[in-house]
């Protein structure tokens, strides 16, 4: 974590509640896996950006050399090829997507990757002959809440794997050349096991199509939210996914580029959420709450998926331990960062700062009750603060 001084300082220069992202920890998170998978074999890394689309974070992962970016929308599109990824480095994998927004992504030639099978005869009727991706679901879904769960009978997202053979039809009769296949099972996933599992279902139907350049395997590489979590084994994960990628390469007798989407992996430890007590106040029966001037508004996850932040007083991190309610500022019930969490003694006046809201914070963000979104600024590797925020 950083220290209590540059959180003091930021307090000081803009204010409170605000995102504060460290430049070196997102360095050393994308530099880790390289190291440790994209070395054994991979070929290329490209970023979820929305786990945290902020121009300057996309910038240092480009100047780092990543391989590209995975879009959900025409904006974060136009967002990277504004900060400088060139079409051929986005992957467009939209869902439940509009005519026009096909329409953006082919003008622009951008990679379009395919969830349905309507979808895949509407871009076949209208732009015969071009190269697509598909997203496949191969009934495989993990995840840290039943909301992030991105494959299974209940997900959305997908080509059922049994209608593979169908989307072959289809993509013959309009001459489309199928030259990805895609899947993403779900998000903060810990345990190799899983992924391995995910990667072998995509191989299994890859193997009936002949000419693919690019399998994708998706996202999903977790970080350790609570203290009793261990990290990703991202070097085991990296030999693993060797060996079997190098199995299926033999049986496949064609060279094909393998891809990983993080995103969450590359930003969440980068990121804290700064914020100052307004209110402790207790109940007739003890119950303690800490008000707070932030609220679900700036970060939602513990309010929509009861996802757990560590959260440190550090106006008092040497305080006598005690349980409180760590809530929000908003007009809503369950606005709760924490409920019975043990923090050190906190007074009114204290800083708190939320630890690991890099990914799924500020991008989820919203002016609810109308109250303003946070600044952002980045900690740069030099130590310098400087401020980030988009303009609104």
């Known amino acids: 974590m950083l220290s209590p001084a540059v959180f003091e ?3 000081k220069e803009f204010g409170t509640p605000v995102y504060i992202y460290d430049e070196k920890t997102i360095r050393e998170a994308h530099q880790r896996l390289r190291e440790n998978i994209r070395t054994n074999a991979l070929d290329g890394i490209l970023y979820a950006m929305k786990a945290n689309s902020n121009p300057e974070i996309l910038r240092i992962l480009l100047q780092d050399q990543i391989e590209g ?6 904006g974060e599109i136009e967002r990277a090829l504004k900060v400088g990824f060139s079409p051929s480095q986005i992957l467009f994998t939209g869902n439940n997507l509009t005519d026009s927004e096909v329409d953006f992504a082919m003008l622009n030639k951008i990679w379009l990757n395919i969830d349905s ?6 871009v076949g009727k209208k732009y015969p002959g071009s190269q697509v991706w598909i997203r496949v679901n191969t009934n495989i ?3 840290h809440h039943s909301h992030c769960i991105t494959g299974g009978p209940e997900s959305k997202f997908g080509i059922w794997e049994e209608q593979t053979e169908t989307a072959r039809l289809i993509a013959k009769r309009y001459r489309l050349e199928i030259i990805g296949l895609h899947q993403h099972i779900g998000s903060q996933i810990l345990e190799v096991r899983i992924f391995l599992k995910a990667m072998e279902a995509l191989l299994r139907v890859a193997i009936n199509f002949p000419g693919l350049k690019y399998l994708d395997f998706g996202g999903g590489l977790g970080v350790p939210y609570k203290p009793e979590e261990k990290s990703l084994d991202v070097q085991k994960l990296g030999k693993e996914i060797l060996k079997l990628f190098k199995v299926f390469c033999q049986s496949y007798d ?3 580029h393998l891809i990983l989407e993080p995103g969450r ?3 969440a430890e980068s990121g804290y959420l700064l914020t100052r007590v307004n209110t402790v106040k207790k109940n007739p ?3 303690k709450f800490v008000g707070t001037n932030s609220g679900f508004n700036h970060l939602i996850r513990p309010a929509m998926y009861g996802s757990y932040h560590e959260i440190t007083n550090i106006s ?12 929000g500022n908003l007009c809503e019930s369950g606005d709760k960062f924490a409920t019975q969490r043990k923090i050190s003694h906190v007074r009114e006046g204290d800083l708190l700062v939320i630890q690991n809201a890099g990914a799924y914070g500020y991008s989820m963000s919203s002016d609810y009750n109308l109250r303003p979104k946070p600044e952002e600024v980045l900690v740069k590797s030099d130590g310098s603060l400087r401020l980030i925020t988009v303009n609104r």
Do not use: F, Q, T
């Open 117 to 122: 099978l309507s979808r895949l005869k509407k």
């Open 9 to 11: 300082k930021a307090a």
């Open 316 to 327: 008092n991190p040497n305080g006598k331990k005690e349980k409180a309610d760590i809530v």
């Open 69 to 74: 970016i995975d879009a959900v929308s025409r």
């Open 141 to 143: 879904g993990a995840g």
């Open 285 to 287: 029966d003890g119950r």
């Open 254 to 256: 064609r060279k094909v």
């Open 265 to 267: 992996y590359l930003v």
